[in-house]
């Protein structure tokens, strides 16, 4: 045996090992894949026999403890949430409507106003001067028209003697008219310079509150301005906008047509603390192509003026009230494969999977269109340990498990939520 022989020989003897390692490798790799696929086709044969229910079953000790409520009769309201903004019925820019010196401002920032209530004042000693102006011009051409009118009478009766000429008279009476077109105009010009004076006095024009002051006292005013002096908001009532979709509007304005009164809530951005009560008051004339959406407009007394402009709400506008409705907590209601149920507990405390449809919600309860009838018990707490045909056991509002159905649902579901 020559050395490249030897070395042949001692190359292919670690190779040989090393296909051996990976066989058995490869080996254990199918057994185990295979182990794992007939365990899976196991579970998926065990689901398939109850589908959409859970899988967990009452334990070797014995029912599983549930939380269970009657079914009952009651009127569940019809609503449409939505994000809205606050908006003022009226938003005033007080501005001068004369030109003038500033000399005194009568309100505080933030004040509650009453309409007429003086705000401002301006200078009005130019006014004043204008007026004095106006009216002696008005009483020297009164005058005038007084002594032509007097002319004009005394030659109509010299007329009806033949003493005077008839052009004369005539051009009499011209004159006097036009002594009356001057008096006329004079007394325009004292009514506007009464007017320019009153308006020295700068008042609210509605009523509502004040806001931030944009001119100090001093300033010589204009009415050019484009801020003005301060801008007034009614805050009693106030309205809030906001958009539903269009599917919504005919029942909306169904409604409206017949005369409803829709009630509308005002709720603060997490939607836990109702800022307002209020009505629907109007829906906008077309809908936004962009969104599907129409906007609508509540009104709100805002006695409190807990509610603010541009302030963002939570609006929930109650359309119809589904009255007569078996209604359930939302807590029973399951999902699964089979779609929405409920597990209904039969006489012998023994649960049942119950398809039900179910109807509009409010709150923590919902209606059920069909699949269940009232004075029928379904489990609202412990649903995740039952199966179809699974015993229960009952427990009062305490936690204890009773044997008898004798548990306050209602109190045991309150008592639920408030460990929460």
Do not use: C
């Not at 204009?222 to 029942?251: E, M, R």
């Not at 939302?330 to 119950?354: H, L, M």
């Not at 412990?382 to 548990?407: E, F, N, V």
């Amino acid at each position: 045996m020559n050395d490249l022989d030897r070395r042949e020989q001692r190359y292919d003897q670690p190779l040989s090992r090393a296909a051996r390692t990976s066989g058995r490798w490869r080996r254990v790799i199918w057994i185990a894949a295979a182990v794992l696929l007939v365990a899976g086709v196991i579970a998926w044969i065990a689901t398939r026999q109850h589908p959409g229910v859970p899988s967990g079953r009452s334990g070797p000790t014995g029912p599983a403890t549930v939380l269970a409520a009657t079914a009952e009769t009651g009127a569940i309201a019809i609503t449409v949430n939505a994000l809205g903004t606050v908006t003022p019925l009226k938003t005033v820019t007080v501005k001068a409507q004369i030109a003038g010196r500033l000399m005194q401002i009568f309100f505080t920032e933030g004040q509650m106003v009453q309409k007429d209530d003086l705000l401002a004042q301006i200078d009005p000693r130019p006014y004043q001067y204008a007026l004095a102006q106006a009216q002696g011009q008005l009483a020297r051409d009164q005058a005038t028209l007084r002594s032509a009118e007097l002319d004009l009478n005394r030659y109509q009766i010299l007329l009806k003697q033949d003493s005077i000429a008839k052009q004369q008279v005539d051009q009499q009476d011209a004159l006097v008219r036009q002594y009356g077109g001057t008096v006329q105009a004079d007394q325009a010009t004292v009514d506007n310079a009464k007017l320019n004076l009153d308006y020295t006095r700068i008042t609210a024009p509605i009523a509502g509150r004040v806001g931030l002051r944009q001119v100090d006292e001093g300033n010589y005013v204009q009415v050019t301005d484009a801020n003005g002096i301060v801008v007034l908001t009614q805050l009693q009532p106030i309205t809030a906008l906001f958009s539903v979709p269009q599917d919504q509007l005919p029942k909306i304005m169904e409604r409206l047509r017949s005369g409803a009164t829709l009630p509308v809530a005002a709720y603060d951005r997490s939607r836990t603390t109702l800022l307002a009560n209020g009505t629907l008051l109007t829906a906008d004339n077309v809908i936004d192509t962009t969104t599907g959406t129409v906007r609508l407009r509540a009104r709100f007394d805002n006695a409190d003026q807990s509610l603010y402009p541009n302030q963002f709400v939570n609006v929930q506008l109650t359309i119809d009230v589904m009255r007569d409705a078996t209604v359930i907590p939302t807590a029973a209601v399951q999902r699964g494969a089979p779609g929405t149920f409920v597990y209904a507990i039969k006489p012998d405390d023994t649960v049942a999977v119950r398809p039900v449809q179910l109807g509009p919600s409010e709150g923590e309860r919902v209606a059920v269109q069909s699949g269940l009838n009232v004075g029928e018990r379904v489990v609202v707490d412990g649903a995740d340990k039952l199966r179809d045909g699974a015993k229960i056991s009952l427990r009062d509002s305490t936690g204890a498990a009773s044997g008898a159905p004798q548990a306050d649902s209602q109190q045991g579901l309150r008592r639920r939520r408030d460990s929460q």
